[in-house]
């Protein structure tokens, strides 16, 4: 399968500082990113969905002041988590789909962030 | 009601044994059903792509779905221990990407 890159794998920062994480697919282009979180116990919950060179689409319930995404190129998109909080503490994780409604969706590794 | 439940409780069986999971979504419109292997510290990686309803079979992995019970299934044959991962099941409407994901089963194979 195609390799998608997230970085990093872990990260802590304080309460009130903006995180980065980067999503990269490396051997394609990826026409749409999807953003995930998942909170210890819950399944993968879909946070937005981001296109290239478009505005990205957020899920009901995410703020999308709060989680700022940044889909620049075909393999490129990034998630910033601004004035982060202990509550925003998740696994997030990427996935990056190529052109067309049903092609596979491969995922990152996943970023653990742990807001102190 | 969630859209989808998958009893995350953990599995553990002998090498050989059957592994049996499922899951149960409430999302009629939902059309496409996967399941993912995650192995610690990866990314989901597709393991099973099924579209309606019925039985595909790859190797010792059958996914069997039931739309009209709206509940899907993931049989492991010859279970090895190279199989201990999280299978998540996940669904959705239009394709393999926005997905509805279940919590995810722990499975432990014991040599």
């Known amino acids: 399968g195609a390799v998608v890159s997230q970085h990093p794998s872990w990260v802590i920062c304080k309460s009130g500082t903006s995180v980065k994480i980067e999503c990269r697919s490396l051997?394609?282009?990826?026409?749409?990113m999807f953003w995930y979180r998942q909170f210890p116990k819950q399944s993968l919950m879909l946070m937005a969905t981001s296109n290239e060179g478009s505005k990205a689409t957020y899920e009901q319930g995410v703020e999308k002041d709060k989680f700022l995404i940044n889909h620049a190129s075909l393999t490129l998109s990034t998630l910033t988590v601004t004035s982060a909080h202990p509550e925003d503490s998740s696994f997030y994780i990427c996935s990056a789909a190529g052109q067309g409604k049903n092609t596979e969706a491969f995922f990152g590794q996943g970023t653990r962030l742990t807001v102190v | 009601q969630k859209e989808v439940e998958q009893d995350p409780g953990p599995l553990s069986v002998p090498e050989g044994a059957i592994v049996s999971l499922n899951c149960t979504y409430s999302?009629?419109?939902?059309?496409?059903f996967m399941w993912y292997r995650q192995y610690s510290r990866k990314g989901p990686e597709l393991l099973m792509y099924?579209?309606?309803?019925g039985n595909k079979e790859d190797g010792r992995f059958t996914a069997q779905v039931d739309k009209s019970s709206k509940y899907i299934s993931l049989f492991i044959r010859d279970s090895q221990p190279s199989d201990s991962a999280t299978y998540l099941c996940a669904m959705s409407i239009y394709g393999n990407n926005r997905l509805a994901f279940g919590k995810g089963n722990q499975v432990v194979v014991i040599p």
């Open positions: 051997d394609f282009q990826a026409t749409t």
């Open positions: 099924t579209y309606s309803s």
């Open positions: 999302n009629s419109a939902f059309q496409y």
